[in-house]
């Protein structure tokens, strides 16, 4: 059960997400009736609308982003900074829903939570060069994002203009990256995205220890919250690292006619 937010902490977290979903907007970025990024990469969770300020406009929002993001596929995020009734008022322009996301939250002024990592891993900061390829190439994978996408998606992650905001945190085991994390430091909140280990790693504490290092570095920097949106997977993780669900993103597919 979600618990209630507090309204600026909220407000903070979906700043920070909206931040980083806007990041990946390297042909096209735009704020307004809706907020909406491309990046032009084939990849529905690398385009798309991250908010509808207002009901009155929806139709001619949509209008603008079938417009804006054609030719690659996209989604449109329904979180707690949406007008009540998007969801349906999408649904009846022919949007289709895609499922929900948990959204969950931390305080980082509590008590540090840790796992032990496995025998041999470590979590180290990535920065360019080869390394930043490795951390997409894993992400890339355990997405079913096509491998003729990575030099697109490196690219994306290269240019973001807000670099200075995000550590890039990799797994590596026997000099294999085996699982990767992103953090986006922004609205005092430590916003946790692409967390994914690789598949034949999985259930050995590699998540565990990704979650611990990007709690770390958010307290490190001085962040009083972390935030992430969770998978059914990972929820269970994050429950034992004393994160709560506080609202949920509903995603749509957008209509492409």
Known sequence: MAVTPDTGDMARVTANFRQYLMGWGA???????????RSGLAQPQFNGVVRLRSLDVVEES????????AGVPWWWW??????????????GLGAASLGAVPLMTRSLDDAEVTEEPPPGLRVEEV??????????????ASM??????EDGVVRVEAGRADNQDIVRLAAVLDGKVVGTTVVIMAHEVAGIFLVHVAEAYRRRGVGGALTT????????RGMHLAALGASPMGEP???RFGFEAVAEYHLFSGPTT
């Open 213 to 220: 290092a990007a709690l770390r570095a958010g307290r490190e």
């Open 78 to 91: 329904v979180g707690p900074d949406s007008p009540a009734g998007t969801a349906d008022a999408l649904a």
């Open 27 to 37: 042909e096209l970025s735009a704020w307004g009736d809706p907020d909406h990024y």
């Open 144 to 149: 079913g994002v096509s491998p003729s996408l």
């Open 62 to 69: 949509m209008a603008t982003a079938r417009a804006r993001l």
């Open 237 to 239: 993780l994050y429950r």
């Open 127 to 140: 920065g360019g060069g080869n390394r930043l390829r490795e951390l997409v190439r894993t992400y890339s």
